[in-house]
């Protein structure tokens, strides 16, 4: 059995990240092409997305209609949230928040 201590104890948060979420967060505060997308995600999680995670997640939420291309600028091609994807990402963060909530809740009464 492995020590389950030492191994929470070295989780990193891309552990327990998920690169849809973290696009769409990117893009809450305003537009942004891929590269500013990696440094802001970066930022906000410690976790760096290669090109291919990256596209993979933009592709993927932009045929879901969360997201959506702009006009390209200097070449860099820009994506910003629809309505829908604010609305999915505030639904999925306070989901998260509640269960974020509860667990300390249970942790602080052991």
């Known amino acids: 059995?492995?020590?389950?201590?030492?191994?929470?104890?070295?989780?990193?948060?891309?552990?327990?990240?998920?690169?849809?979420?973290?696009v769409l967060a990117s893009l809450a505060d305003g537009p942004k092409h891929g590269y500013a997308m990696i440094e802001e995600i970066e930022r906000m999680s410690g976790q760096r997305l290669g090109p291919?995670?990256?596209y993979g997640a933009i592709t993927r939420l932009d045929q879901q209609g969360l997201i959506e291309a702009l006009a390209v600028e200097d070449r860099r091609q820009p994506y910003k949230l629809?309505?829908?994807?604010?609305?999915?990402?505030r639904a999925r963060l306070l989901a998260m928040q509640q269960v974020a909530l509860v667990g300390l809740?249970?942790?602080e009464a052991r």
């Open 1 to 22: 059995m492995r020590n389950t201590t030492r191994h929470v104890a070295t989780a990193r948060a891309d552990q327990f990240s998920d690169p849809s979420l973290l």
């Open 82 to 89: 629809t309505a829908v994807g604010r609305r999915v990402l």
């Open 52 to 54: 291919g995670t990256l």
């Open 105 to 107: 809740r249970k942790l």
